[in-house]
């Protein structure tokens, strides 16, 4: 009866209704057997007898058709044929968009907090079909699998979980537009809290103007949360951070800062309601290592909570400063530098050298220069500055004469110390004048004939000495008749940067940033590179930091951090707010969606009339004919 009411309402039709005259074809195929070879006649003695054999054998011409297998599997053959060239169809009900779906789920920071991502995830499956197409909403969209059937994308929803990125909700909603037939399904399921590229709501509208049809699912949780919503260096090397207490009350937040695992402070802060307070650590360029920074916070949200810094052992500066004026100004500018371990020094009392630069504003006895210059040639660096007591001797790379007096200064050669440095308006009222010796490279002369080295470097055994004519100056160094005042570089807005990029020359340059970056970032490798997350392994050519930690990277380790206030605000937002410009979106429905549409019939005919002709090959061949 079910099948009746079946036919009934689906009623097969023809799209080639030509095609039916095909069915034509069985007339020759009757004719055929009708004329037929007919059993050759012999005559008997009983007349009678073959009179009533004929009579019966005009009664059942075509009950013999009936028998002949081989007639009958001929001429079902040429009626599916035939049907089969008319493009027989019905109209059945089908899930739309060729039940294709696209779910969205909201990776982002926010979504960690109190379970919201499980309970997307829930949701979720709901809304499987046929199809499905499952996209990860970071910072951008992240593709986790196309077209699979619905146990499948039950089981990789399953394995998920929440990043700790910001959302780009509108370009994973372009995607889902991109992956799907006209007339799909989008469902988008998130906390709505915030979303950065274009508006969420303008990406429905334009999904929805293709015939498909978009969800705004919200999950939602506990909204209470303190964080660490920023972080950067301070020029002293001082790392700060900013600390916000989202909640209605007053909260005091213990700080713990570890350094290698070793803990180096404890602190706890009082945080004004809906307030933010700033903390810092000091000196933390000096600590190479992984410093990690957390606050003690029963919350919703718990990835803000910790703040990784990372410092590489190469960055830090050591530098022996001798000299007997502490208030020399390159002393001061060397001490303004980030990422640089000054130490002062006596003359007469000199500690060891090893591993500094080493920086040379006084007489020295002949006792340190020959400590000096073994430091230097096996493998140290050392700066000597002229000064009224400075003597001539080996490790320089000039040979130093009498005194010159008022001159001006040329670059010889250009490099990065004095890249942005007006060397050419620096007042030199006295100098020393020398030669460069055979070997040594000047990099900035005297204005004068003798054109004497005023910036000079070489190699002394396996290190390097640099020479700088630009004595600094003693006693009161604004008096215009000080002697002891050799030129007016230090006057320079750019004396500093001097001294900085002198350093870098040295050492060579390292930006500290460089190894601290912010969730959402994308790194690039020019191969499929293996790279240990903070959670895990994984081997890529392009790098998403999606997780707070320490990523190691081939080279080098990089610490990531969420810093974003908007991920951390647990009561931004909602979904309300992201459509408050467009109409609101109707009530869910949790069931799949059917259009009627024709279904195509001809694929089974066909199929059937191949088997029909491989029936009547075997039936020959068993009667021997074949």
């Known amino acids: 009866m079910a099948l009746l009411d079946t036919i009934t309402a689906n009623p097969m039709q023809f799209a080639n209704q030509a095609g039916l005259y095909a069915l034509l074809s069985i007339i020759p195929l009757i004719i055929i057997y009708l004329l037929r070879p007919r059993a050759k006649k012999l005559k008997i003695p009983s007349l009678m007898f073959l009179l009533d054999i004929e009579k019966k054998k005009r009664l059942n011409i075509f009950r013999k058709f009936l028998k002949d297998p081989l007639f009958l599997i001929q001429l079902l053959a040429l ?74 994308a039950s089981d990789a929803l399953s394995k998920l979980k929440a990043k700790a990125t910001d959302v780009d909700l509108s370009s994973a909603i372009l995607l889902g537009r991109r992956m799907l037939p006209q007339g799909g399904r989008i469902v988008v399921l998130s906390d709505f809290i915030s979303s950065s590229g274009d508006s969420p709501a303008v990406a429905k509208k334009l999904a929805e103007s293709n015939g498909i049809t978009v969800d705004f699912i919200p999950v939602s949780g506990r909204t209470d949360n303190i964080g660490i919503i920023n972080g950067w260096f301070e020029s002293n090397g001082d790392y700060k951070i900013v600390i916000k207490n989202f909640k209605k009350a007053d909260q005091d937040v213990k700080i713990d800062v570890t350094i290698n695992d070793k803990n180096a402070l404890s602190k706890t802060i009082n945080i004004k309601a809906q307030s933010s307070e700033y903390f810092s650590v000091s000196d933390l360029t000096v600590n190479p290592g992984v410093t990690k920074i957390s606050i003690d916070s029963p919350d919703a949200l718990a990835v803000d909570n910790n703040a990784f810094v990372f410092i590489p052992p190469s960055v830090q500066r050591d530098v022996l400063y001798i000299t007997d004026n502490p208030k020399s100004p390159s002393l001061v500018a060397l001490g303004l530098i980030p990422n640089t371990k000054l130490t002062q020094a006596n003359p007469k009392s000199i500690p060891s050298m090893s591993g500094n630069i080493v920086i040379v504003s006084a007489a020295l006895s002949p006792a340190a220069i020959k400590n000096l210059g073994d430091y230097v040639s096996s493998g140290g660096t050392a700066v000597i500055i002229a000064s009224a007591g400075l003597k001539d001797m080996d490790l320089l790379p000039v040979t130093l004469s009498s005194f010159g007096n008022k001159t001006s200064l040329n670059i010889a050669r250009q490099t990065t110390i004095t890249a942005g440095i007006d060397i050419e308006n620096i007042n030199v009222k006295k100098y020393f004048k020398s030669n460069l010796k055979t070997g040594a490279v000047a990099l900035v002369t005297s204005g004068d004939k003798d054109k004497s080295s005023m910036l000079a470097y070489w190699k002394f055994g396996t290190g390097t000495v640099i020479y700088s004519g630009l004595s600094d100056p003693q006693g009161n160094i604004y008096d215009p008749l000080n002697e002891n005042v050799w030129n007016d570089f230090h006057t320079s807005s750019t004396y500093p940067l001097f001294w900085k990029q002198l350093l870098e020359w040295i050492k060579g340059s390292l930006d500290v940033t460089e190894y601290n970056a912010k969730t959402g970032m994308l790194m690039k490798f020019p191969a499929s590179v293996t790279v240990k997350t903070p959670g895990d392994k994984e081997t890529t050519d392009t790098l998403l930091f999606d997780e707070v930690g320490i990523y190691e990277v081939p080279g080098k380790s990089i610490a990531v951090n969420l810093y974003d206030e908007r991920e951390s605000n647990l009561e931004s937002g909602g979904l309300e707010a992201m459509t408050s410009n467009v109409s609101a979106s109707k009530e869910p429905v949790y069931s799949v969606e059917t259009v009627r549409k024709p279904q195509n019939l001809d694929i089974y005919f066909i199929i059937g009339a191949m088997f029909l002709v491989f029936l009547e090959l075997y039936y020959l061949h068993w009667r021997g004919e074949l």
């Open 79 to 152: 009626i599916i044929i035939s049907l089969a060239i008319a493009a027989p169809f019905i109209m059945a009900n089908q899930q739309a968009g060729g039940g294709s779906t696209v779910i969205i789920l909201d990776a982002s920071a926010s979504m960690q907090a109190d379970g919201r991502f499980g309970k997307a995830v829930v949701e979720a499956n709901k809304f499987l079909s046929s199809k499905n197409t499952i996209i990860l909403a970071e910072s951008i969209p992240v593709m986790v699998m196309k077209d699979s059937p619905s146990s499948s």
